[in-house]
């Protein structure tokens, strides 16, 4: 089964993107991103899928994979029964390897980084002192900002990259090779979406970034991400209210929603609550109870 591409909703000024979510489970879509992902579950049990290998996944485990690396997490089937009382919680940070730029990785000081990018291609499982001291870290990531939140993924890079607590998951072989030209156009329209994200972007507008005409470009980005250009521009928008959310405990929702691109709150609400899980006021208050 050939993996869908996943366009990470980050900010396109962020070094990289850190997300405490909690959800009903964590969907059922085998995906791939330029971005390595350091991986951890709070609460969930199921089958996880990383490159070549099938594993069952319970609460507590860590991982790191790689950039381009196929992944999933499917939950047990008790997670998709729409009962209220089970819920499946993660911690997830994602960056670009020169996410600090390409002349640091340049650097001798970088060459263990580099190396844990390469072992990252097979996937890494997270164990002892690495484990305990990465945890922590990505929970404050999740609200951290300002240059505090680059330290932190350094500080992150720094302890696995000198940890030998990291055991490989799947083969490098099973990393996946994407088109060139196809990654080159979503991160044209990635980018474009994500710096004019709070106006109101039409398709024709959009669809010359790609340079492509309407029809195609529906066609084009359906195919590619498996969902509209418009449930796409949504996320994107609930992504940075989450972020707003989180970094101030003094900001209003209504704020927050004219901020983010909506024109009403009820549109505002209903998009958040069904992607989240929660209304932006219940989301408020897990963040700053």
């Known amino acids: 089964m050939k993996p869908q591409f996943y366009l990470v909703p980050r900010d396109i000024r962020s070094s990289h993107i850190s997300r405490h979510h909690t959800l009903p489970n964590f969907g059922t879509v085998w995906h791939y991103h330029p971005e390595l992902e350091l991986h951890y579950i709070v609460r969930g049990e199921g089958v996880r899928f990383v490159g070549d290998n099938v594993s069952n996944f319970n609460a507590g485990e860590l991982l790191l994979l790689g950039e381009n690396l196929p992944h999933m997490w499917r939950c047990n089937e008790e997670y998709f029964r729409q009962d209220p009382t089970i819920s499946a919680e993660a911690v997830v940070v994602q960056f670009l390897p020169d996410f600090v730029g390409n002349d640091f990785l340049k650097k001798s000081e970088a060459d263990a980084i580099l190396s844990l990018y390469d072992k990252a291609k097979a996937g890494l499982i997270i164990t002892g002192h690495a484990r305990e001291a990465l945890?922590?870290?990505?929970?404050?990531?999740?609200?951290?900002?300002?240059?505090?939140?680059?330290?932190?993924?350094?500080?992150?890079?720094?302890?696995?990259?000198?940890?030998?607590?990291?055991?490989?998951?799947?083969?490098?072989?099973?990393?996946?090779?994407?088109?060139?030209?196809?990654?080159?156009?979503?991160?044209?329209?990635?980018?474009?979406?994500?710096?004019?994200?709070?106006k109101d972007l039409t398709l024709e507008?959009?669809?010359?970034?790609?340079?492509?005409?309407?029809?195609?470009?529906?066609?084009?980005?359906?195919?590619?991400?498996?969902?509209?250009?418009?449930?796409?521009?949504?996320?994107?928008?609930?992504?940075?209210?989450?972020?707003?959310?989180?970094?101030?405990?003094?900001?209003?929702?209504?704020?927050?929603?004219?901020?983010?691109?909506?024109?009403?709150?009820?549109?505002?609400?209903?998009?958040?609550?069904?992607?989240?899980?929660?209304?932006?006021?219940?989301?408020?208050?897990?963040?700053?109870?």
């Open 135 to 198: 945890i922590p870290l990505m929970l404050k990531s999740a609200k951290t900002t300002g240059l505090n939140r680059m330290i932190l993924i350094l500080t992150m890079l720094e302890t696995l990259s000198s940890s030998e607590e990291l055991y490989p998951i799947s083969t490098k072989d099973a990393l996946y090779q994407p088109n060139k030209e196809e990654t080159d156009r979503l991160n044209k329209v990635y980018n474009y979406t994500l710096t004019h994200y709070k």
């Open 205 to 289: 507008e959009i669809a010359s970034v790609a340079n492509l005409s309407v029809t195609s470009f529906c066609r084009y980005f359906k195919m590619v991400t498996k969902k509209t250009f418009h449930d796409f521009l949504i996320e994107i928008r609930i992504s940075h209210a989450q972020r707003l959310l989180v970094e101030d405990s003094s900001v209003t929702t209504e704020a927050v929603c004219f901020e983010c691109g909506f024109n009403n709150r009820s549109n505002f609400f209903g998009h958040f609550k069904r992607i989240t899980g929660f209304t932006p006021v219940e989301f408020k208050r897990r963040c700053h109870p």
